[in-house]
């Protein structure tokens, strides 16, 4: 065992090894170099298109109205049916782990919709009524009802598809031999009208009935189900949705879809739902090189010419219609591609608009950031353009006194308060770095993330570029703030966003 003496020796010269560690280094305000090699960003894969393609292939999402289920059910939620060539049967909230994500919808929408109700047009009609047919079986079924079968109803059935949420085609028929709807259901009707989300056609009519719904009595033949006079309504295309919370349209509606860098995976949903693929986006894991989801691409698939399944492929960095180059392979058609944006409430969280020289340079301020420090200190907060330093492009942020003159802590805030909105969720995002001085001084290294002067998120210690998150809620006109790091421990701060959770 070490005597007390020898102890104190050990620690004297370990503390005397890290002053003289800290004394050696050049501050970041005179151009010092990092301790190490460090990792910056990169563009990182691209969508893998072949492996969406596959995928396409093994999901059947077609469905119609059932025949063992009472009318006018709710909408159900969004459902997933495939995430990153996996295919599975889940909720939008169920893969997320996001309680706000999609519940059931009220079947009923009295809202932008009201316009598609003389939008509606025979796409295809009905056998005669001595002849069985058949009902369409297709992607993104809503619901059903019951119109009245005194005559072959089509009005009723297109008034209540046009009250819909989300319907752009109705399939209208006569259901035979249903106990259901013969003896059970109110409205003594068998005149089924079946909502849809997408646009089908006459192909798709592979529901013939041949279900047996009667009881059996003794040994008695029971009739099968059969189906007569299924036509088909429609509108000429989907509906142009609204921006989901939180996005902006980058482009589309094109037939292309993105093959851009930055790409996270992709999932396959049950309709064509943009807040869905909003959703899926914001609770995509974090990938450790770009980060959180900041973009989404939404595309239908047609294969064989018939509506097959609707992909949500999501990326870290943001593109636009340059990429959307995939028109599709084989069968495999692209429609109704469309790219949205996560919208962050931080201006210029990249520092990047912090342009003063073309090599290095630095400042306490500028238009979008200002650096504070406390009383006695001395650039405890600041911003540098200086590439070497940034984790992407030109310029990035800095807590600790730039040129060592002082172990104060610094704050850095954009320069306005954020156009919060009360009562929502954010998150807080951002890369940094404590690795400029080395692992035994940047072990002291800290950065709290404040939020109207509370922390709410922190990180601390030695750290190449390392992604980190904090949420916090809305007030209006929050103000965010960063806060450290002694200088010798430097924490430089790139690349940061504050999007609605």
């Keep these: 065992m070490l005597s007390s003496s020898r102890l104190l020796a050990l620690s004297t010269l370990v503390i005397s090894l890290v002053l003289d560690s800290a004394s050696a280094i050049v501050p970041p305000g005179q151009q010092g170099a990092f301790n190490q090699s460090i990792t910056q960003s990169s563009d990182g894969p691209t969508t ?23 009318p006018d059910a709710d909408i159900p939620p969004t459902g997933v049916t495939a995430i990153d060539g996996v295919l599975t049967s889940a909720s939008v909230a169920d893969v997320t782990g996001l309680n706000s994500a999609h519940r059931r919808r009220p079947r009923h929408y009295f809202g932008r919709f009201d316009r598609r109700q003389s939008g509606f047009e025979e796409i295809f009609a009905g056998l005669p009524a001595d002849q069985h047919d058949a009902a369409i079986e297709g992607t993104a079924f809503l619901t059903y009802t019951l119109v009245p079968n005194s005559t072959y109803n089509v009005d009723a059935c297109l008034t209540w598809a046009a009250t819909i949420d989300g319907c752009v085609f109705v399939n209208l028929y006569y259901e035979f031999n249903n106990y259901l709807l013969d003896f059970v259901f109110s409205e003594e009707s068998n005149l089924k009208c079946a909502a849809y989300g997408d646009i089908h056609n006459a192909s798709e009519k592979t529901n013939f009935g041949g279900q047996a719904s009667y009881p059996q009595v003794d040994n008695n033949t029971v009739p099968l189900t059969f189906i007569t006079q299924s036509s088909g309504w429609g509108l000429q295309s989907l509906i142009d949705p609204a921006d989901p919370d939180g996005y902006s349209l980058v482009f589309g509606p094109t037939g292309g879809a993105n093959n851009a860098p930055g790409f996270m995976g992709f999932a396959f949903i049950d309709r064509y739902d943009v807040n869905a693929c909003a959703q899926l986006c914001n609770g995509r894991g974090i990938d450790p090189v770009g980060g959180g989801c900041a973009y989404f691409n939404i595309w239908r698939a047609l294969v064989d010419g018939l509506p097959t399944t609707y ?71 600041s ?31 954009p320069a306005a308060p954020l156009a919060t909105k009360a009562g929502v969720s954010y998150s807080i995002q951002c890369f940094m770095n404590t690795a400029f001085s080395g692992s035994a001084v940047e072990a002291s290294a800290n950065v709290d993330i404040q939020w109207n002067g509370a922390t709410v998120g922190s990180f601390s210690g030695f750290s190449d570029w390392q992604f980190v998150q904090a949420t916090a809620t809305g007030t209006g006109s929050d103000v965010l703030a960063f806060v450290g790091s002694p200088a010798p421990a430097w924490a430089f701060i790139d690349d940061c966003f504050v999007y609605q959770a």
């Excluded at 893998?48 to 009472?70: C, F, H, R, W, Y």
């Excluded at 306490?364 to 001395?378: D, E, V």
């Design 48 to 70: 893998d298109a072949d492996l969406i393609a596959q995928t396409v292939k093994q999901v059947n999402q077609k469905s119609g109205a059932p025949d063992d289920e009472a």
């Design 311 to 381: 992909t949500c492929a999501m990326y870290y960095l943001v593109t636009d219609e340059s990429t959307a180059v995939n028109t599709g392979q084989g069968d495999l058609v692209v429609t109704y591609s469309r790219g949205y944006k996560r919208i962050s409430v931080l201006p210029d969280g990249g520092f990047e608009s912090y342009t003063a020289c073309d090599d290095f340079c630095f400042t306490t301020s500028y238009a979008t950031w200002t650096g504070t420090s406390p009383s006695g200190g001395s650039q405890d907060a």
């Design 383 to 413: 911003i540098f353009f200086h590439p070497p330093y940034a984790y992407t492009g030109h310029s990035v942020g800095l807590l600790g006194s730039a040129e060592d003159v002082d172990a104060l802590l610094g704050t850095l805030s």
